[in-house]
């Protein structure tokens, strides 16, 4: 699927594979092509590929940037409080008290939570889409499935205010503390805005990236292994099982660790429902605060050199877990797919 | 194994090949279920929203909503326009500070880039794509608002330019990458330098590709509410001045969504609309063409 043959009108019918390989061969193509060129060329060719080469750079830098400023800036945070930081629980901007545990506890709680929810939905649009579906059905289906990705995070926020929050407040949470109550975890008034909404929001928002990767990881396990798998006799679930899933294990582990990243660091639609309170409840019901939201809410507004320096470092820290979450997924889908460029993030 | 056992106490064991367990069918019967349960279920939400959408989108656009500049609380009317246009406005910037930053990496990594180097900017790019918008909200704040002393518009096109920029740079390298090499060797043949194939034949013939990879970028940074938060901040009254706070739709809809008046929650509805129907349209043409062969790999 890398490189399939593309009719194109302003393009020649592909070449044959062969044929296009000859250039590579010890980059013999290249190393003749000096030869052919004339003085003109050359010192165009150099500053044209310097100056490829400083967009390149430019990319590097702007992650160096990035990690520059944050450290930089939460500077002042880090020589008040140190690693104390992440262990306090107070958050009190008027006396300069700052402990950032609250948002730590919601990030991760929240994410989970979201985890728990998409991951079988995801994987399950993932391998009905590549093993069981209709082939007419195929393009429609990822079609919407990514159609998912495409909606803003607002847009996902305000539809969770006026017809999640209600709906969860009205039925779901009266009938969660009824039959799950005892579990300690669905207790609590049910206003709708809270944990639970958040978890449910990011869960329906991570999906599409976790079952595009899956479906691209699952297109790459080879046909042989399926055909084989079948003429032993198993039946199709049997053959999806030990031949497709049991391969790319791998691969969707990274979908699922890149759809983690991602519901680590999403901002606005959890801002909107979880209810923005530096509190750490073992309910579900009750309301949190992430991360991202704290930045989200009190950022433009802070004062004082301490206080925006906190919300820096805390920015800071949710750099660090996503950019080693990415890191880690990256990984993870390059060793199945081999490098090919992965879109899911698009 | 129960299934052996079950098969040779099956009286239709006249096939050739031995008829599958009944539970082994079951199975396999109640997986097939279970995975077109999982799709309803991912569908459901996305229809929901749409119609949804929809329903309380339309009914409430109208013609002062898309010319009027917003009216204070507790009055009927007023509209998006200048939000509308202070949207066009930062994503023209963050396009203009972007596009060519991201389509020069990816030339690099198309043309120079298959060494170890290539793959370390490949990997930035990738990482990049993953960092939260938020932390690069904050990161465009302190660059560019602390230096001017005021949120701008500016610095909310810093702020999505970076977010383009690696998405961009990859597209752009897997567009150039399907250009056969055999042109790029008819153009060396004929005695074009190298800088010259690349700009008139190789990124010529990938031209259709790369825009789609473009217009991607555009429609992910389209929606984005978080790195404009403390950036561009918002503003109630028309703004195109580069250096003052400019209103965009995205803050606009989380504003309005976040207040406590019906009025205010009717806008943001027909916000999201306009926002929703701008960034389907940029999907839906991608998709084109990708069905017209121009995007490659799925």
């Not at chain 1, 948002?103 to 889409?129: C, E, K, M, Q």
């Not at chain 1, 750490?280 to 320096?309: C, H, Q, R, W």
Request: proline share 6%.
């Amino acid at each position: 699927m890398a490189f399939p043959a593309l009719p194109r009108p302003d393009m020649p019918a592909p070449q044959p594979i062969e044929a296009t390989k000859v250039s590579d061969l010890g980059g013999a193509g290249r190393q003749a092509a000096p030869l052919l060129r004339g003085a003109s060329g050359e010192t165009g060719d150099q500053v044209f590929k310097f100056a490829m080469l400083l967009c390149g750079l430019a990319v590097l830098a702007m992650l160096a940037l990035i990690v520059y400023e944050l450290v930089l800036r939460s500077g002042p945070s880090w020589h008040a409080f140190g690693f104390k930081f992440f262990a306090g629980h107070d958050w009190d901007p008027v006396n300069e008290r700052f402990g950032a545990l609250p948002f730590v506890y919601g990030t991760l709680v929240s994410s989970f939570l979201a985890l728990l929810i998409a991951v079988p939905l995801a994987v399950g649009v993932a391998v009905f889409t590549t093993e069981m579906c209709p082939a007419a059905l195929r393009g429609p289906l990822s079609f919407f499935v990514e159609l998912l990705a495409a909606i803003p995070s607002v847009v996902y926020g305000l539809w969770a205010i006026f017809v999640l929050v209600p709906i969860l407040s009205n039925y779901v949470q009266p009938f969660l503390s009824r039959t799950l109550g005892w579990t300690g975890l669905f207790v609590g008034p049910p206003y709708g805005i809270s944990m639970l909404a958040a978890g449910i929001i990011l869960a329906i928002m991570i999906v599409p990236i976790i079952s595009s990767i899956t479906r691209e990881v699952l297109l790459v396990v080879p046909q042989q292994q399926r055909e084989a798998a079948l003429a032993l006799g198993a039946t199709r679930w049997e053959m999806i099982r030990i031949a497709v899933l049991r391969n790319a294990r791998a691969g969707i582990m990274g979908g699922i660790i890149l759809g983690l990243g991602r519901a680590l660091g999403e901002t606005m639609a959890v801002t909107m429902v979880i209810g923005n309170r530096p509190e750490i409840a073992k309910s579900l019901f009750a309301p949190g605060y992430t991360m991202a939201s704290v930045l989200a809410n009190e950022f433009s507004e802070a004062t004082g050199d301490v206080y925006l320096s906190a919300l820096i470092e805390i920015g800071l820290a949710l750099f660090l877990v996503t950019i080693m979450v990415n890191a880690l997924a990256r990984l993870l889908v390059w060793t199945v797919t081999r490098g090919q460029p992965s879109r899911a993030n698009a | 194994m129960p299934e052996r056992m079950s098969e040779r106490g099956n009286p239709s064991a006249l096939h050739t090949v031995p008829p599958i367990a009944l539970r082994r069918r079951i199975t396999d019967h109640v997986m097939t279920g279970v995975a077109v349960l999982t799709v309803v279920l991912v569908l459901v939400p996305l229809f929901a929203i749409f119609a949804y959408l929809v329903y309380r989108g339309v009914g409430s656009i109208n013609w002062a909503f898309l010319t009027q500049t917003p009216k204070p609380v507790g009055e009927a009317g007023g509209g998006m326009a200048n939000a509308i246009v202070g949207s066009a406005f930062i994503l023209a910037l963050a396009s203009v500070l972007g596009v060519p930053v991201g389509v020069g990496a990816g030339i690099y990594l198309a043309e120079f880039g298959r060494n170890r180097f290539g793959d370390v900017i490949r990997f930035t790019a990738d990482v990049l794509n993953g960092v939260p918008s938020i932390v690069i909200g904050i990161v465009a704040y302190s660059i560019v608002v602390l230096s001017q002393k005021h949120f701008s518009a500016l610095a909310g096109g810093v702020a999505l330019a970076i977010m383009m920029i690696p998405t961009i740079t990859r597209t752009t390298e897997e567009m150039l990458l399907l250009v056969p090499q055999a042109l790029r060797e008819a153009a060396y043949g004929l005695g074009i330098p190298r800088w010259r194939t690349t700009i008139s034949i190789t990124l010529r013939t990938a031209t259709s590709g790369v825009i789609t990879g473009i217009m991607l970028a555009f429609a992910r940074v389209a929606g984005e509410t978080a790195p404009l938060l403390f950036t561009a901040f918002g503003n109630q009254f028309w703004n195109l001045r580069p250096n003052q706070p400019t209103a965009a739709l995205p803050l606009q809809i989380f504003n309005y969504a976040i207040s406590p008046y019906d009025e205010w929650h009717r806008q943001a509805w027909a916000g999201a609309l306009v926002l929703i129907v701008l960034i389907v349209t940029a999907v839906a043409a991608v998709r084109f063409a990708v069905r017209r062969g121009t995007f490659g790999a799925a």
